[in-house]
């Protein structure tokens, strides 16, 4: 099936150097985007995801989603910020969490924030949800790390149906198909699938409180 599906041209990035709310200057670059009417404008650094432009993949997502001012939405994984940042600017920063392992991630998104108006989300740096207590959300999305193995994608799999409320969805983007689509049928009991150049988009709803299947766990 596929979704919508518009290839993201970022202008060229500049260079800036700005301070956070520590003081602490950001050696990065500034990105302006624009995302369903919606403009922002994000610091970046090197050694982030995508530290140059919107990476298409989080375009894909962001265009194929609907949010309202019921959701509580969490960014899995939010590098510097830009889904949560929008989501907030969708729905409103108060229902809104992101959550990253690297303290780099955690810096840029504290200050894109407050640069975009929504400094009242929820941030916080934790290795996937292993230091995060937050749960019942409607929605988590999520653009995983492409590691040669699965680990952190199983995690944020099994950890994620259960954070989420019943009828809740987990959304994630990657390029890879085949093992996404057989673990998230195996712990929700089914996926929805958009594509787009090279890119898989993944919907599952939690429709109960347990795995559907027993051996999710262990795939």
Sequence with gaps: MNGVCE??????????????????????????????????VFETEP????PTHLDPGT??????????????????????????????????????????SNPQAIRCTTYNAELNGVSGVRIE?????RDFRESEFTQIV????????????????EKGFNRLVVGGSLWMVTHRETWYRN?????FGGVRILRCDGYCLFQAIKKGMHYASRAGKDR
């Design 183 to 187: 673990k998230l049928t195996s712990v």
């Design 7 to 40: 290839p993201d041209r970022p202008g060229a990035p500049h260079a800036h150097h700005g301070p956070t709310e520590e003081g602490v200057a950001l050696a990065g670059m500034r990105i302006e985007v624009s995302l369903q009417e919606v403009s922002l």
């Design 125 to 129: 740096r934790s290795d996937g949800f």
């Design 59 to 100: 375009h894909f997502l962001l265009s194929n989603i609907e949010f309202d001012h019921h959701d509580k939405v969490l960014d899995l994984g939010c590098g510097y910020g830009v889904m949560g940042i929008y989501i907030a600017r969708r729905i409103g920063a108060d229902r809104v969490y992101l959550i990253d």
């Design 47 to 50: 050694g982030l995801f995508s």
């Design 142 to 157: 999520c653009n995983p790390p492409y590691h040669t193995d699965f680990s952190t994608a199983k995690h944020f799999i």
